[in-house]
């Protein structure tokens, strides 16, 4: 058989943190001994382990990402399943992102415009910034959140995810962290279907037909995917700049929410249709042990 890239594995990866949004433990785990056992799995299980903890969960990220088992142990990311979520880092980071980009929108929605403009600002003097930020810590926790933050910085890959782990050591100077509570792990079937976004080639056929079936772009296409179902948590705690956030991205697709969950809720059994066609015609030709397997657990 022909060897295989990580990266091939692209729907078992995007699986780990659609598990980890909604608590789900079985496919969390599956995910996971599925990387795990691919060269350079450990790897990248390591790195993005670090940013699926600020995505999700910030207030409890420097705990995660300091314990004993050390961040390639999939523990970490049990944890923050097994919690609530608190989204603002990602949603402060997704404003700072579209503002430094040149949308003046981001300013508008924003529940504080100095804010974005200081981690803005911060991210153009990376020194200062962290300097800045541990002098401003008032808490053992918020010193972990900014401690993980930068050394999660380091290994950011994309714009988003510097702009989120900025944010996230802002928000810990700016007073006690938000409380996340435990919750119940998901014991239901899980829609692996979700795991199907833009990040993959399956996804990315996918969104191609929807586009088509609706007649809209293929950014609206994939956002509405994203927002109302790829990003669903099991448990969310109050985080306005997360709520901020989406209202940016329905502004900037040109869709209310209200008609975009109307239009998901069309078009939510032809995409699940279109994937589950697509798995059946996979496994004809692909072996047991290869990802396309988790979609019939």
């Known amino acids: 058989m022909e060897s295989r890239k990580l990266s091939d594995y692209s729907l078992a990866r995007s699986l780990i943190q659609k598990a980890v949004r909604r608590g789900h433990v079985g ?3 599956r995910a996971s001994a599925f990387i795990l056992k691919r060269e350079g799995g450990r790897s990248w299980l390591r790195t993005r382990s670090r940013l699926i903890a600020f995505e999700e969960s910030w207030p409890i990220a420097g705990e995660l990402l300091a314990g004993p088992g050390g961040i390639e142990d999939p523990a970490p990311l049990l944890t923050c399943a097994l919690h609530s979520k608190q989204k603002d880092a990602t949603g402060l980071g997704a404003l700072v992102k579209a503002w430094v980009e ?7 929605v924003a529940p504080d415009r100095r804010s974005v403009k200081i981690v803005a600002e911060g991210m153009n003097r990376p020194a200062a910034f962290w300097e800045w930020a541990k002098t401003q810590a008032g808490s053992r926790e918020a010193r972990l959140v900014i401690a993980a933050a930068q050394q999660a910085a380091r290994v950011a890959y994309s714009p988003h995810d510097v702009a989120m782990v900025y944010s996230a050591a802002y928000l ?9 509570h435990r919750v119940e792990p998901e014991v239901g079937p899980f829609p692996y279907w979700i795991a199907a976004d833009k990040h993959t080639s399956m996804g990315a056929q996918v969104l191609v037909d929807v586009r088509m079936a609706l007649g809209v772009t293929y950014d609206a296409a994939a956002s509405m995917l994203f927002l109302l179902d790829g990003a669903a948590v099991n448990a969310l705690e109050e985080s306005p700049w997360w709520t901020a956030a989406r209202q940016l991205k329905f502004l900037q697709i040109g869709i209310r929410e209200e008609r975009a969950v109307e239009i998901m809720e069309h078009i939510r059994p032809m995409i699940v249709k279109i994937i589950g066609d697509r798995v059946e015609r996979e496994l004809q030709e692909e072996d047991e042990g290869t990802q396309i397997s988790m979609f019939t657990q």
């Open 172 to 180: 810990a100077t700016q007073g006690p962290l938000p409380v996340l």
């Open 27 to 29: 496919a969390l785990g």
């Open 102 to 108: 040149g949308e003046e929108r981001a300013l508008d």
